[in-house]
């Protein structure tokens, strides 16, 4: 479909919708989707709308020029996305690759429309996958006192490749603040715990020792809070007694593998508004 | 809350969303929810609105009147209801009562905002509940050939008790096509299947026979075509190999409760629009 | 049925299986269900084994005495109980009523084989509910400085009313730790999140403001630790952003019905071994 | 772990567990998991015995061998399988290729002990993928007239190549009963939707029409009777109005993935017993 996504967020107020929708109806486009929200507790309107602009009667672009005098009178933030798009995405692996593996299955059937610029590693476990899909792989020692250095390896490789979202797929390194900062809203990641129990090392040996009966995986962005930004999506599965260490870890590739895929497929169709400490999502 | 649900639905066309948006702006109300589908298969928009009148600036009748210009030049079907608003209810029922247990509890509880008017049995068996909740209970002889007479009395006693939406909380006694048809669309059962299986008599019998991993309920809107009208809500509960007929029937009980009490929440909530042969259901 | 419950618990070690079973074929009893569990991590053997006596070749009390011969050469703790059997519980309130009804309604139902002593509050909220029951209800004020004496007058009620089940159904009271020692083992709680996340007080609250995307409840033995006994039973639910902490309570709610339900009922028929701080469960 | 699984399944009698127990006991194996299930309707018993044979006091072919004369006296059927074990694997596909790359992962990730032998397709869609993997790759055309030698020579191929379990992942064709029946119990399908809901061609359009909230997909087991074999695994996912035919299929692509993952993890793992209609499945 020839369309168009915006994101908007502002102070609630009167007549929001009504300007909006009458903005898309003036010039001839058509309100495909309409997911609003308004958050009661901070006096917040959030939206996303989804416009077929097949009978646009202006340009695209003009069309979203022109947005910005009732973009600016309602004190919002907001971005337009032409549809359709492919979000140029990295991904950064370890040794682990059954994240990675979901990402590209699920991106060749066009399940998740990005375009994988390169798939960076610490450790170059995963270039044969990389290979065999034809995507380029930067392996990036990072060990010991090269860290510092590795992550503006990573840096530099995002910038000049244009990168717009970075996915965390089991990426066994710490972030440092300025890199957080300096891609904020724009990196996922995958825990293997659900959040906000088994915060650090180990989560599957901790859900066993406590026995619970569900164990779980968390997307979630990344801020400079380790393991703290905004929940994007979980999952979780029934576990018993029985199951080893070892099979929570199986079934914990189960949820992180569901939890990655829904959470990147959200971000890269603009479904998800950051608010706050809290993710809005708009499911599919 | 002081406010009013819409729900709306026409023909697809354009500016729709914005013609309801202004018309809701102009007189001063505050759009609370926005929920909308276009079905594509047949070119039909569909829309549940939920709008705060605390500051209207007409009378809420004036409102709801002057909607009609609007509503006829879009050829849609509406309704308002204005909030809060107790839906007169009718419980029809047999010997089982975890059904209406259910209902009886969640509706003290305020989950479910339904004024009980009676509950309704061919058998008396729930007699004593009923009496215990303080609630009129009517005990109609359906056996043999009473039936059709039984049909008779249950429709007198719903008209003359204004009753807008009649609950089959396991009511084991088929409709008569014209019950069905006066009642069109405020008739809601629960069916002992994950429907469309397991249509007909003793469903969990035949779930064990078959030796499925889940089984279900099925809340659905009563139509003159049994067990086939359009289905609300579902809900399916794991089983294995060693559950019994009888442990079905436990595990049953429970997704019927579940299903039900979303059901009935749905619809006096104003979150469903009959369409064709399917609900459009805007959960919460 | 006429029949036998064994838990039994002992080190690991050869023919523990054949041993049990051939003990219980020996006197002509029937192994109804055999479940095992042998924990590697410190080579314990837990089972349980459920005898169907009626074709027994000796009294069931000469049967369980002889037991003992085994029982100490296995070095094992065990324990067997006569089918069928209702466990004597003891209810603990404060105001909340949803738990209890739950309960209230599945005793009735044969779901869960408890003879209901008493229902004992530290608010009279709940007294119509245990008087429509017919079932006694003790008022014990523990406010300020009463509350010390008020464990101590539970203690002997549910010592005098010969109470082996304890279930805080949303007992807002701190248990003293004399009291958690003195019923160990033989007091269920329900916690209102899916532990160990959100431990403490409010945890809808924190749930909302964490932005998780599933809520739960968990049924758990208490222990003189605070929400850390041994997890017999949790349940989750999806929530979205636009759950309010009043939806996140009203979810709540229905996880906590299910998951104390099932983990008394779990508890009652014997499916539960305390094993350290993990509860081994076998369920049906 | 060096071991044997032993299936089972004999008519119900006094003594059954002891017997096994005591042989394997006598032989100083060692019970790892006993699971067990007595079915009361036809008066059989049935069971999987994990045993560990480090300390066997014969060699395994001879305690296998001498379990015959207890085999025969109870009047079972049984099987042994010495562990590990890799099952000779064959898929059979057409185009669509979801359940071959989730079957070729968990397998590559050791989480499904099989051996590949080949994968064979009545399209060469798949090709590439299978040569990626290093596994050997059929074309076979099955067009028109060509459709009953094409089975003949799948039969010749998975004869050939000692093929245990053929597993039909997503492949298009209806298999003449002469194959169902010489494979009877070693060909495993996914059927894409809830079984026994949706029987037949289209089953997404079936569910989109018909309203279902859930949609599923069904492993079982082959049989001469289409869609008719014993369920080994089903998954089901929620569903909303608002997904379309496509958003069905997707979220059927992730039931399936699931469903005959576990699916084939049980049969291969000896986890299942076919019981009339019935598979008896005990889960890990």
Known sequence: MKGLILKIDCPDQ????????????????????????TDSSDEKFLARVEIDTTKLSVDISEFIAGFSTLGKSLNASWKFREQPYKM???ILVTKTDHCLNEILWRTKLGEIPIEI?????????????????GIP????????????AGFEQIR?????????????????????????????G?????HHSFLPAFIGANPYRQAYERGVKFIGATCHYVTADLD????????????????????????????????????????VNDRTIIHGNRAIVFPD
């Open 14 to 37: 009167h007549g929001i919708v009504a300007k909006i929708a009458s903005y898309v109806a003036d010039y001839a486009g058509n309100l495909v989707e309409f997911s609003q929200f």
């Open 88 to 90: 140029r995405t990295a």
């Open 117 to 133: 610029t390169s798939i960076i590693g610490n450790r170059d476990v995963c270039q044969p996958i990389a290979e065999k899909a």
């Open 137 to 148: 792989f930067h392996h990036i020692d990072m060990d010991g006192d090269k860290k510092a």
């Open 156 to 184: 530099d490789l995002l910038v000049e490749q244009k990168v717009e979202l970075t996915v965390l797929a089991r990426f066994m390194q710490i972030l440092p603040d300025w890199f957080c900062k300096q891609f904020s």
């Open 186 to 190: 724009n990196i996922i990641n995958i």
């Open 228 to 267: 703290a930004g905004p929940i994007i999506e979980q999952e979780v599965k029934r576990v018993q007694h029985f199951h080893s260490a070892a099979d929570l870890m199986r079934l914990g590739r189960d949820s992180e593998r569901d939890a990655i895929a829904r959470g990147i497929r959200y971000h």
